[in-house]
């Protein structure tokens, strides 16, 4: 890995099925679809473009997430490294930041999917889904935000426009963000 790997595409895992949005499961996606303007559709994913940067869901259920993926690197002819996926992690306080690379898929489908079919030299931006008192990941993932969180992710998504006009200008190793950036 450089010191300045400039982001080409970034990658947001979730389910396709509207019942799945504003679910944690689905952060990632629901944050892509939120920029995600002037589509092309390809078999398996969606792309369009920000600034300089390709932005990407997939047309699949998150477990099947590396077939999309797949895809779009070879369609745009990107490589693994130059990609930034967003998935939602149960090891991480509610809306707290983890950005890694190359680091185990822990238990995540979706990435365990990229990392089979694609590489795991990816960059990965984990948003945490945990409440104060901790609970199993498959107890939370799929379930609706309540009224509080649905404000505060509404909020994040907005923010989220801020990392997407960072990373147009600056290599994702610059990218210095607090773990709680969605609240500051």
């Given at each position: 890995m450089k010191n300045s790997t400039k982001i080409k595409l970034i990658y947001g895992l979730g389910n396709p099925e509207e019942k799945f949005k504003?679910?944690?499961?689905?952060?990632?996606?629901?944050?892509?679809e939120t920029y995600l303007k002037q589509k092309k559709e390809l078999q398996y994913s969606i792309i369009g473009k920000y600034k300089n940067i390709y932005l990407a869901?997939?047309?699949?259920?998150?477990?099947?997430?590396?077939?999309?993926l797949?895809?779009?690197l070879s369609y745009l002819k990107i490589k693994p490294n130059e990609t930034l996926i967003i998935h939602d992690e149960a090891d991480l306080p509610f809306l707290f930041?983890?950005?890694?690379?190359?680091?185990s898929a822990s238990m995540h489908k979706g990435v365990e999917s990229i990392y089979k079919n694609c590489s795991n030299q990816v960059?990965?931006?984990r948003i945490g889904i945990q409440d104060?008192?901790?609970?199993?990941?498959?107890?939370?993932i799929l379930k609706k935000l309540n009224k509080n969180k649905l404000s505060k992710w509404a909020e994040a998504k907005i923010k989220f426009k801020d990392i997407l006009d960072k990373l147009n200008i600056l290599?994702?190793?610059?990218?210095?963000?607090?773990?709680?950036?969605f609240y500051k």
């Amino acid at each position: 890995m450089k010191n300045s790997t400039k982001i080409k595409l970034i990658y947001g895992l979730g389910n396709p099925e509207e019942k799945f949005k504003n679910t944690p499961h689905n952060f990632g996606r629901d944050l892509i679809e939120t920029y995600l303007k002037q589509k092309k559709e390809l078999q398996y994913s969606i792309i369009g473009k920000y600034k300089n940067i390709y932005l990407a869901i997939g047309k699949v259920y998150m477990n099947e997430s590396g077939l999309a993926l797949k895809e779009i690197l070879s369609y745009l002819k990107i490589k693994p490294n130059e990609t930034l996926i967003i998935h939602d992690e149960a090891d991480l306080p509610f809306l707290f930041v983890k950005f890694t690379f190359d680091q185990s898929a822990s238990m995540h489908k979706g990435v365990e999917s990229i990392y089979k079919n694609c590489s795991n030299q990816v960059w990965r931006m984990r948003i945490g889904i945990q409440d104060k008192i901790r609970r199993k990941a498959e107890e939370i993932i799929l379930k609706k935000l309540n009224k509080n969180k649905l404000s505060k992710w509404a909020e994040a998504k907005i923010k989220f426009k801020d990392i997407l006009d960072k990373l147009n200008i600056l290599p994702i190793e610059k990218l210095s963000l607090p773990r709680d950036f969605f609240y500051k």
